[in-house]
């Protein structure tokens, strides 16, 4: 009966590896899709970010020529930062924990306007069930192109998401978004 339960376990393991593994590349071609079709249009992005903690950022290097379409980016955790680096409204922020569509929404026009970029994202949520949040797992994140707003959603997880993989969840998700709207500025050119 152990053996049985250690292969058991054994086998979970692996098929959450091959998920795992099966992700990676859904990601990179993902990855290699979005910066190729940003160096094609001689296009560049930037990104402010708080729930993802850097995850967006981290993409954005792993993609071919980076530094010749990312600007950079911020990761502005607390109300502090957000309101010093990315002028944030204080009433607003301080309403909201930092956390809503107006602020994913002014976070990614703050970027863009930083870096003076073509695209960018800005995103906010949590990562982890909190008072806060009532005890809800959800981000806002925001797509800006040329100055405005063309995309603003709210992503909701199940509270017992463990946070990593929220992370990782809503940087996926944004990063698709962000190649559908690449998608449709190519027909629309």
């Given amino acids: 009966m152990i053996l049985k339960h250690s292969k058991i376990d054994l086998t979970i393991e692996h098929l959450n590896a091959r998920s795992f593994v099966n992700f990676l590349v859904e ?3 993902l990855l290699d899709y979005i910066g190729d079709k940003l160096l094609s249009s001689s296009q560049s992005v930037s990104v402010a970010e708080s729930v993802t903690s850097g995850f967006l950022q981290f993409s954005f ?6 530094s010749k379409f990312f600007k950079g980016g911020i990761t502005a ?4 930062e957000k309101l010093s680096l990315l002028n944030i409204d204080e ?5 909201n924990d930092c956390v809503s569509s107006n602020i994913a929404e002014n976070m990614a026009l703050e970027v863009a306007e930083i870096f003076k970029s073509d695209w960018s994202i800005g995103v906010t949520g949590y990562a982890t069930p909190v008072e806060d949040s009532k005890n809800k797992l959800f981000a806002y994140f925001a797509i800006s192109y040329k100055g405005n707003i063309i ?4 992503l909701d997880l199940h509270s017992r998401t463990m946070s990593l993989k929220a992370q990782l969840y809503y940087s996926e998700f944004i990063l698709g978004c962000l190649k559908l709207e690449l998608d449709k500025t190519s027909i629309q050119s």
Avoid at 61 to 66: G, R, V, W
Avoid at 91 to 95: E, G, L, N, Q, V
């Fill in 151 to 154: 995309l603003s959603e709210k």
């Fill in 77 to 80: 955790y607390t109300l502090e």
């Fill in 61 to 66: 290097s792993q993609m071919k020529d980076a």
């Fill in 27 to 29: 990601l990179q071609n």
């Fill in 91 to 95: 009433k607003d922020a301080a309403a």
